[in-house]
């Protein structure tokens, strides 16, 4: 009668709620904890057992996973933020080497969106401007807004800013995005409950459960 989720806090206000409406339609006697965190202690709890499953990002991480069970779901491609008026609203997209130009709001090292874009901006070989660092998405949004500088976030996380006047624009080549994942401890047995609500995420898809821009469901596939 009870699961426990553990998930990064832009998959927790973009991602999950309509499945966890739907979800909570279908097991009303279920009682759902989704529990917020950061890359790192995500896995620390479900590898502890404090929590049935997690819902994470699984690319770029620093933390080997291969003792987990992987369930890709997801993937959100990164885009280029600015403030209002900025040059990079006339075109379609954001080149890497222009991004590197500018005075970049960097998130903190902490967090899995500086670790995707450490690595993007090493494969296109340009290194960024790093004016400001900022740990929290709204922070970055606002010190963005104010014309400090421009950043660089995932899809999922877009809507999370729009409460200050920002464009966006998809970053090209190399291409950018996160995998999104079920991780799950293979030893431990699952609850039924538990079972269900990993397949209500795994077919959210086919539900008709739709997701911001620059953001795509997987097939539906196996485990990795």
């Known amino acids: 009668g009870r699961v426990r989720v553990a998930t990064l806090p832009s998959l927790a206000a973009i991602l999950l709620p309509s499945i966890v409406s739907s979800y909570q339609r279908d097991h009303p006697d279920v009682e759902l904890s989704i529990e917020d965190a950061l890359a790192t202690e995500v896995l620390d709890r479900v590898r502890s057992g404090e929590v049935d499953l997690a819902v994470t990002v699984v690319s770029a991480t620093t933390d080997p996973i291969g003792d987990l069970v ?120 699952l609850a039924p409950a538990a079972v269900a609500f990993q397949r209500a995420i795994t077919e959210a898809s086919r539900s008709g459960i739709t997701l911001p821009e620059e953001t795509s469901w997987l097939p539906a596939g196996g485990s990795c």
């Open 70 to 189: 992987v369930t890709p779901v997801a993937v959100d491609r990164f885009c280029c933020v600015f403030p209002a008026g900025h040059p990079f609203a006339e075109v379609a997209e954001v080149t890497w080497t222009t991004l590197a130009a500018e005075a970049f709001i960097a998130f903190d090292r902490t967090t899995s969106i500086r670790q995707h874009l450490d690595r993007a901006f090493a494969e296109a070989g340009v290194r960024p401007h790093n004016a400001i660092e900022a740990r929290n998405i709204s922070a970055v949004a606002g010190l963005v807004a104010a014309g400090l500088g421009v950043s660089a976030v995932p899809g999922l996380v877009l809507p999370l800013m729009t409460f200050a006047p920002l464009g966006h624009r998809p970053l090209g080549e190399p291409r950018a995005e996160r995998e999104i994942a079920i991780v799950r401890v293979p030893h431990r047995p």
